[in-house]
């Protein structure tokens, strides 16, 4: 069993930063791909990013491309998603996720394991 969770969010003005984490425990985290996904109220849970087990590979939505950044750190079992020049439309609940397939899915249904989520809220 794996258990995620995830830190850092916030409110935040247009234009600002800010850096989510995800803590994992439980199984060894360094073979599973990790992914952030967010959801907005009234919307479908939507992939933002994911990177591969190694930290050699990672995938962007397009919403996100050139300002969000995906980084993980095996040895601390942490996984970060760096978010600058933010947008009021990338206010929504951030969660965290866990993929054993290393599939570097960006579909929610390949990921075994989520966190609860952290809310980040953009202000224009």
């Known amino acids: 069993q794996v258990q995620l969770v995830e830190s850092g969010g916030g409110l935040v003005q247009a234009g600002g930063s800010l850096r989510l984490s995800c803590a994992r425990s439980?199984?060894?985290?360094?073979?599973?791909?990790m992914g952030w996904f967010r959801q907005a109220p009234g919307k479908e849970r939507e992939f933002v990013a994911v990177?591969?087990?190694?930290?050699?590979?990672?995938h962007y939505a397009d919403s996100v491309k050139g300002r969000f950044t995906i980084s993980r750190d095996n040895a601390k079992n942490l996984v970060y998603l760096q978010m600058n020049s933010l947008k009021p439309e990338d206010t929504a609940v951030y969660y965290c996720?866990?993929?054993?397939?290393?599939?570097?899915?960006?579909?929610?249904?390949?990921?075994?394991?989520w966190g609860q989520g952290t809310q980040v809220t953009v202000s224009s």
């Open positions: 996720a866990a993929d054993r397939r290393l599939t570097e899915s960006s579909y929610a249904g390949d990921y075994d394991y």
């Open positions: 439980g199984r060894t985290f360094s073979h599973y791909d």
């Open positions: 990177i591969s087990w190694s930290g050699d590979n990672t």
